[in-house]
């Protein structure tokens, strides 16, 4: 397999290299007083952790096994001009037409190495990982096949369907898509048999031919061409033209029909969506990944860059700390809870081994309200942030060189795929309306295989009956952040209760739209922290997690709290049950904590251990030293210097024009 881009060996490397040597010959170049300043800030910065920031690496990777093969695959990734893009080459400069290539190209060299048994299973996963993080487009990719396609098998298929299609999968011998260009895809799609609309179903659907990569007969496709981001993946659109298909192509884990045209439809039509739920639950990994990034290249940028009157760096300023601290808190919740979350949903697949369609629809129905939810929360705030990161870092994140539009691209879709937020939102709003009124109305709450995301609903008839939060030190929440925990649950049951009171009276789904849609958030915002105060709630930090780990974890678990009770406030100030005088503490402690929690930004996202290849932004290299390093990317930029093209045509005639007298 060959790519047409040139690695770090080729011939035309030494000649680029020699080129930026002669040009800062030319040009006189020096290192500036910021230049000298900056690799001092870093170290200093990085020296001011209150935590082992190696240890929280391996925490946040998984363990020391899977921290130590992180750091081997990006060793072995690195200089694979298959995998990364190699120097001269600019990841963040190449054209749709070769980022497409290099997307396909990383996806034939990951199998190989996948299938050819170099590497051990485990390294050779992480190394498939370690790419998706560089890459976005082949994450998508990837991910689409690995996840969306397999799932879509092997929750709505059958087990002789299953074992039909899955080693194929695992074995690359088909490429899976949903309803995108690949060899094949799973559709589903209205079914009409005899001439009576039996509802949606999912098939099964073969789109090219393996061997030679040509439409099926009677299907018709294409590339809708450039998009904003994802520029490596291909998405299309299909036309199907009197498409036949067999009927055992129809997934029948739920469904099934007959030779005689006899359908026998799914217990519930809800069994039917339950895949699309570990495409929102994916989320919790695209995030992490993505946003983590961004908010590493605004970190270190803000630790190095001066400004003001008295030229302190700009992260000491309250209105730069206090934006990215709480954001970076959320990584760390959001990938400490997806671990709960992802266990939760295997009872939904062949973990749980469910055969019951009541108790699955029970369990699908508390897993569609996390996945909404959690998908509405994170799609807007993860956008929020990546705005607050291109803003600090001024002009530089304008530059695509410094990848944050980049990201910021990639990232525009995840606010729309799976699912539009409001829509989201409203429908995980609905399931806990539905669960308070059964269990106020009927003493009714299901019994799950996993700790609910709305268990204090269970709990709905006490946290009705008080009146207000009865704290009155609000300093005490930074020691027990049960206490946080709950003023949020009855803030939620109460907000529930009154938007059930007004349906009753009347009103509209549609009248409360935004209420309900802002309750869901919240709800999704109190479960992420309830479950960090599971595992960091205790007075002393248990045998299997380093101390000074556990010790961040808590202030951040606590931060986060803070962050849900400021940000949500109003909803407990319209309950009558926090008043005016605790929304201003409330907001008092959490900018203190805040503050409290500013030297801790580097330690806090080195821990994300993101080489600086895969950062690919002059302006967040580790050791500080970013304005020499963003200067020389920008002399290796095509046309940067000289006497440009279109000299003699546009500016020459302009410029030596006569005077009229």
């Known amino acids: ?35 000298l300043q900056a690799p001092k800030d870093m170290a200093a910065e990085r020296a001011a952790a209150d935590f082992n920031i190696e240890a929280l690496a391996r925490f ?35 054209s749709r037409e070769e980022m497409r290539e290099f997307t396909m190209g990383q996806i034939y060299r990951l199998v190989q190495i996948y299938l050819g048994g170099q590497y051990d299973k485990d390294l050779a996963y992480e190394i498939f990982r370690t790419a998706n993080i560089y890459n976005e487009s082949f994450s998508m990719r990837f991910f689409v096949h690995d996840s969306l396609f397999r799932n879509v098998v092997n929750m709505l298929g059958n087990k002789e369907q299953a074992d039909r299609y899955n080693d194929d999968i695992d074995n690359f011998r088909i490429l899976g898509c949903f309803a995108m260009t690949a060899t094949h895809t799973v559709v589903i799609s209205q079914t009409v048999i005899n001439g009576k609309n039996v509802g949606l179903n999912w098939f099964v659907v073969q789109l090219r031919e393996k061997a030679s990569g040509k439409m099926m007969p009677n299907v018709v496709f294409g590339d809708i061409g450039s998009k904003v981001g994802h520029q490596g993946v291909d998405n299309g659109w299909i036309q199907f033209r009197q498409l036949r298909i067999p009927r055992s192509n129809m997934l029948a884990k739920w469904v099934s029909l007959d030779r005689d045209g006899t359908y026998h439809p799914a217990p519930n039509p ?58 970076i808190s959320f990584m760390y919740m959001m990938q400490s809870a997806s671990t709960d979350i992802l266990e939760n949903f295997n009872v939904l697949t062949s973990g749980g081994k469910i055969e019951d369609p009541i108790v699955y629809l029970n369990h699908m129905g508390e897993m569609h309200a996390v996945s909404a939810s959690i998908k509405g929360l994170s799609g807007w705030y993860a956008s929020d942030i990546l705005e607050t990161c291109r803003r600090c870092c001024g002009g530089h994140a304008y530059s695509a060189y410094n990848a944050i539009g980049h990201i910021t691209n990639d990232w525009g879709v995840m606010t729309t795929g799976g699912g539009d937020n409001v829509v989201l939102l409203q429908q995980a709003a609905r399931m806990l309306l539905y669960r308070l009124e059964q269990k106020l109305e009927f003493d009714e709450f299901p019994e799950l295989k996993f700790k609910s995301s709305s268990h204090y609903i269970g709990d709905a008839k006490r946290l009705l009956a008080l009146k207000q939060w009865n704290i009155t030190d609000i300093g005490l929440c930074q020691r027990d952040p049960s206490l946080i925990e709950e003023a949020l649950n009855a803030i939620l049951v109460k907000r529930l209760n009154s938007i059930n009171d007004s349906l009753k009276k009347g009103a509209s789904h549609n009248d409360l739209l935004l209420e309900s849609v802002r309750v869901a958030e919240l709800h999704c915002a109190t479960y992420i922290f309830s479950v960090n105060v599971t595992k960091f709630g205790l007075p002393q930090a248990p045998a299997d997690i380093e101390k000074s780990v556990y010790a961040i974890m808590q202030r951040l678990t606590i931060l986060w709290g803070l962050h849900t009770l400021h940000t949500y406030g109003d909803q407990g100030f319209k309950e009558g049950f926090l008043t005016p005088q605790q929304i201003k503490d409330v907001e008092k402690l959490y900018l203190e904590v805040n503050k409290s929690l500013r030297t801790q930004v580097i330690g806090l996202t080195d821990a994300w251990a993101f080489p600086d290849f895969v950062l690919k932004a002059p302006i967040a290299k580790y050791d500080g030293d970013i304005y020499q390093t963003y200067f020389e990317t920008l002399l290796t930029a095509p046309n940067s210097t000289g006497i440009p093209s279109y000299h003699e045509r546009y500016i020459k005639p302009l410029t030596e024009r006569t005077a009229k007298n």
């Open 1 to 35: 397999m060959t790519i047409p881009l040139k690695d770090s060996k080729s011939p035309d490397a030494p000649s680029a290299l020699a080129r930026l040597d002669q040009l800062k010959s030319q040009l006189n170049l020096t290192p500036s007083s910021m230049s």
């Open 60 to 94: 946040w990777a998984g363990g020391d096994r899977k921290y130590e093969l992180t750091n081997r695959a990006y060793d072995i990734i690195k200089n694979d001009p298959e995998l990364v893009l190699q120097s001269p080459k600019n990841f963040l400069e190449i």
């Open 270 to 327: 809800a069994v039917m969506y339950a895949t699309l739920i570990p495409e929102r639950l994916g989320l919790l990994t695209v995030t992490t990944q993505m946003i983590s990034q961004a908010l590493t290249i605004a970190t270190r940028y803000g630790v190095v860059r001066r400004q003001g009157p008295k030229n302190q760096q700009i992260m000491d300023y309250q209105s730069h700390y206090v934006k990215l601290i709480p954001a």
